[in-house]
């Protein structure tokens, strides 16, 4: 499934491209003069293949997991707290809720991972691969079977979107303990110490911030994930929400949706999907820059620019669930701005 996928996405069209900027460019305005709505507008039509792309249905999927990490305090939070915010996103009671509403965008939350046994908890996407990721400090983080069980999650809920007609995904994520997981793809891929790249998370103070970087940097030692290869990487210091992340984001690209990633956990899963295919990133926005120092790296890394920076650093699909307004201003301008010539107005 993950080569077919791969093999699906392709580079966007350029000549689709330039000819919706050249539309853009005949609107009532100076050259250039919304500058990234007009980037946005262009690269959801050419990723659509059509110059009104249907941007109605659109939904934010929210992965939960656990992970083993956990074991070595990197966390202010129990583990425990995963499930319990699995429970208030199904409820409509999180952050990534009330700003999905306001965006008009539909939450699903899958739980891929979580130490806990929902039973038959209405809402809630099914996906379990494991109680958890191993604690990556000790050894590889998730076999090479979970994680191939968790791409596939992801990418099977991109097909199923194409199939339902969604026009734009954004990724979020729930995980006690997932910033340091994320530290350490970032830090593997892009050669950079672990200090270089781990923050406080959950608001960790000075000495647990010490314990965290100790932790990961003993799991990079351990491990020893090769940096040319990205599955390695998430195999061994990754999380099972990251892996389905990796999966929805090649998944959306292969059957041309736009995708948002939120924040620093999930850019580690769309940089896993970037470094796996460099095509990636043609179909990929980034919501936001977040307070967590790792992120820019990995925006960097994948050659994005975020849309937003609000000191955010939640998760859950916030950032995602912000810009998706923004990306749907881009095609409202193409729409229904009137040009020179519909406006009677003299033209450049």
Same mark, same amino acid.
């Given at each position: ?21 050249a539309? =853009?460019?005949?609107?009532? /305005? ?6 990234r709505?007009?980037?946005? @507008?262009?690269r959801?039509?050419?990723i ?9 249905? /659109? ?18 939070y ?22 999905a ?14 130490? #806990? ?17 191993r ?14 069980? @968790? ?10 979107? /194409? ?35 781990? #923050? ?5 103070g000075?000495?647990?911030l010490?314990?965290?970087i ?29 892996? @389905? ?19 620093f ?5 769309? =940089? ?9 990133k ?8 977040s ?50 010539e ?7």
């Open positions: 499934m993950l080569t077919s996928t791969l093999s699906a996405i392709t580079p966007l069209d350029a000549a689709f491209l330039a000819s919706i900027q539309r =853009l460019d005949n609107k009532t /305005k100076p050259l250039g003069s919304l500058g709505l007009e980037e946005f @507008a262009c959801i039509c050419a659509h293949g059509s110059d009104t792309p249907d941007l109605a249905k /659109k939904v934010i999927f929210t992965f939960a997991a656990d992970h083993g990490i956990t074991e070595e305090g990197v966390s202010l129990p583990r425990e707290v995963t499930a319990q915010m699995v429970l208030n996103f199904l409820r409509g009671g999180a952050g990534v809720n009330v700003l509403r306001h965006a008009g965008a539909e939450v699903r939350v899958v739980d891929v991972g979580v130490d #806990h046994d929902f039973g038959d908890c209405p809402g809630l996407i099914h996906a379990k691969v494991a109680r958890g990721t604690n990556f400090a000790r050894g590889p983080a998730m076999t090479r079977d979970e994680l191939a069980a @968790a791409l596939v999650v992801g990418i099977r809920l991109a097909d199923q979107c /194409k199939a339902e007609g969604i026009g734009l995904v954004g990724t979020g994520e729930m995980g006690i303990g997932n910033t340091s997981p994320s530290s350490a793809i970032i830090a593997a891929i892009g050669g950079f110490t672990p200090e270089q790249v781990t #923050h406080r998370g959950t608001g960790i000075d000495e647990a010490r314990v965290k100790t932790a990961i940097g003993n799991g990079l030692e351990l491990n020893r994930p090769d940096p040319a290869d990205p599955l390695e990487v998430l195999q061994k210091v990754g999380g099972l929400e990251i892996a @389905a992340i990796a999966g929805l984001v090649l998944g959306c690209a292969a059957n041309r949706i736009p995708v948002i990633a939120d924040g956990i999930s850019t580690a899963g769309a =940089l896993i999907a970037s470094e796996l295919t460099p095509h990636v043609e179909y990929l926005f980034a919501a936001h820059e307070v967590e120092v790792g992120h820019r790296f990995m925006l960097e890394r994948i050659g994005i620019r975020p849309i937003l920076n609000l000191d955010l650093r939640l998760g859950e699909g916030t950032g995602g669930a912000l810009a998706m307004p923004l990306l749907e201003a881009g095609v409202k301008i193409l729409a229904e701005m009137a040009t020179f519909q406006a009677g107005v003299t033209g450049h």
